[in-house]
Nanobody
Framework: VQLQAFGGGSVQAGGSLRLSCAAS????????MGWFRQIPGKEREFVGV????????YYEDSVKGRFTISRDNAKNTVYLQMNNLKLEDTAVYYC???????????????????WGQGTLVTVSS
């Protein structure tokens, strides 16, 4: 199983980026998919999660209304649309896959079975 996150880069505050995560999982449509982020020296932080069908999403409070997770099961890909980016959104962003595809709230990192390599998002003033 491989998860490859891409789409990171540098953007000014108030700008937008869309991250993608391509998964080489045969049964991708059964997995919940999450996004996390990490700043050096800090623990990995939950950003959001989407259930197997795309029908349910949950977000960390600071990104609600700005970030949107979606998925395309036909393409084995999950997306993180980030709008109105803030300086504090600067981090390495990771995608993760949880074989228990049902989601009823935010999930801790240890619930996820597979992780991508991370993509850096830098927000500047």
């Amino acid at each position: 199983v491989q998860l490859q996150a891409f789409g990171g880069g540098s953007v000014q505050a108030g700008g937008s980026l869309r991250l993608s995560c391509a998964a080489s999982i045969r049964t991708f449509s059964r997995y919940a998919m999450g996004w996390f982020r990490q700043i050096p020296g800090k623990e990995r932080e939950f950003v959001g999660v989407i259930n197997w069908s795309g029908g349910s999403t949950y977000y960390e409070d600071s990104v609600k209304g700005r970030f949107t997770i979606s998925r395309d099961n036909a393409k084995n890909t999950v997306y993180l649309q980030m709008n109105n980016l803030k300086l504090e959104d600067t981090a390495v962003y990771y995608c993760a896959a949880d074989s228990y595809g049902v989601v009823d709230g935010p999930l801790p990192a240890n619930e996820f079975d597979y992780w991508g390599q991370g993509t850096l998002v830098t927000v500047s003033s």
